[in-house]
């Protein structure tokens, strides 16, 4: 067995101890800057983080975890209304830098993209927080009359892509569609004077791949083939109620209106009323016809198109309890439009598309026959 002097056993100790400190000073935690380096990247790996010092979060507030992943716990963020900020039972000192508690917040705007924002509620000014950051944070963070932000835009597709730097929408205006945006803001908290938040954000056209590699959370529950499903049926139950007010019309009616066709034809274009023979006009005439017997025919599918339509692009734009509150609209435009998945316009251009494409590409066809066939004058073949 090795001996020591006393010296040099103090001295082995006092070494002992201060590679332990040493060791534990470098170790990390939520009191450490690499928490604020780990946030400030906007992504799922804060959330690892989080949860790799679970027992730190666990004294600051409730957490909600799953393997790999921590969070604050504040409230059903998909519900609106929900409490949004949760405060600390204590002050987390991370330097300077004072964190008093925690927000995550989420807007579904329908037509104008999903926000998702989540961070934290800190002490003092934007300017006063931009000082007490780590310098790897703060060089990335450019300045916006009183707040500080740095801006991240990406295509949106069901695979992974690349984020680039800036942002694609012009100021102030809503998220581009087909695009999502990533943020990192500090700004000035609302009714609180001496407080600021420091929030991450992703925006826009949120599809849940976009979500899988920032907000594990939501990915796991927007992404849930029940929850999916959920949000189907119930769109589907809000458009059976749909009804279209398409009238009816009689043969007499069809009839004039083949005569007013023809008419107005033969006044647009006064040369060919003239060098195309009657079985020109007869011919087309039928055209017409049977474009408006076929309008007919097709109204039911038609509407059942269009409900399959409408279903399916509201389960995509709103949340679930958004299509609970508009199943209880006694009028399901109104609802279609008041929850943001659809203007009073698009509505109204469904129907439309809806009814007469087919039928219109048949007649097409016919016209391009008819004028083939008629192409020198020449009566139509037997």
Known sequence: MLKLSPQKLVTSILIGIMATASSSAFSGGLDDANMLKKFSLCDASFFSYLNEHAEEAKQLAPVEQQQNFLNFKVGDRLKDGAPSTV???????????????????????????????????????????YRQLPQEVAQKLHKDKESYTRNEWKIVKQEPTEWFSGSASAAGEPTRPGTAERLLMIEKSDGAPQESTMLCSVQGTILPAVLKDIRPDQYSIESNPTYIQDKLALARAITQKYTLDYQIETPDQIEAKVRQFIDAGKKKYPIAANEKPEAFWSEFGSIQRDFLNNLNKNAAPAQEQLRALLADKMASILDKQQLEDASREDNPVVAMVTSGAFTVDEIVRSKGITFILKPTLQKAGAFMVLEKNMAHGNEPPI
Not at 97 to 125: E, M
């Open 87 to 129: 405060r600390f039972t204590h002050p987390l000192q991370v330097g300077t830098l004072t964190i008093l508690g925690y927000q995550d917040n989420y807007s579904n705007l329908g037509r104008l993209g999903r926000y998702y924002y989540w961070g934290f509620v800190v002490k003092g000014l934007p300017d006063n927080v």
